[in-house]
C-alpha cells in the first residue's frame, strides 16, 4: 500500500511528522479513516482518538483535544489542539481535572461558570481516563 506525508503539530510542539499508511481522526459525525488518493479536505475533528498506521503495519494511537485536518495531494496536516500518547497522559491529572469539570457543572447555580468550557474540559479528562484505561464505570460523566 502507498504511503501519505503526515504532520501533527500541537500549540507547543510538532508531534509527528513521518509517512503513515492510514489516519483515522475522530470527526464531528464519527470517525473518519484517509488513505492514498485521498480526495482533498479540510475538516474539523473532535475530541477522541487518532489512529496512524506507519509502513511496518504498526499503529500508534494518541488522545487528542480537537482540532483540525488538511488533506491534499498524499499530504496531510493535522493542527491537533493536544495530542498525547498513553505514556504522556498525567493520570492523576486527569482525574483531577475531571473532578473539577464535574463540580463546576455540578455547582451551576451557586457561582457562574462558562459552561461550554467546563463541558469541553470534562469531555478531554474522560478521553485521557478511557485512552488510559483509567476511566472507571463509577466515575459516569
Known amino acids: 500500500m502507498k504511503e501519505l506525508k503526515l504532520e501533527i503539530i500541537t500549540l507547543t510542539k510538532v508531534a509527528f511528522t513521518g509517512n503513515v499508511k492510514s489516519l483515522t481522526v ?3 459525525l464519527g470517525s473518519f479513516q484517509v488513505l492514498f488518493n485521498h480526495a482533498p479536505l479540510m475538516s474539523t475533528f473532535e475530541v477522541g482518538r487518532i489512529k496512524l498506521e506507519n509502513g511496518n ?3 500508534n494511537e494518541f488522545a487528542t483535544g480537537g482540532g483540525t485536518i488538511e488533506v491534499k495531494d498524499n499530504v496531510i ?4 489542539d493536544s495530542l498525547e500518547s498513553k505514556e504522556e497522559i498525567d493520570i492523576t ?3 483531577g481535572a475531571l473532578q ?3 463540580n463546576r457543572l455540578g455547582n451551576r447555580s451557586k457561582e457562574e461558570i462558562d459552561q461550554i468550557r467546563a463541558e469541553a474540559a470534562l469531555a478531554r479528562a474522560v478521553n485521557r481516563l478511557k485512552f488510559t484505561d483509567s476511566y472507571r464505570s463509577n466515575s459516569s460523566a
Do not use: D, H, M, Y
Request: net charge positive; glycine share 6%; proline share 6%.
Open 26 to 28: 475522530p470527526g464531528s
Open 57 to 59: 503495519a504498526e499503529t
Open 77 to 80: 496536516l493535522v493542527l491537533a
Open 93 to 95: 491529572r486527569a482525574q
Open 100 to 102: 473539577r469539570a464535574k
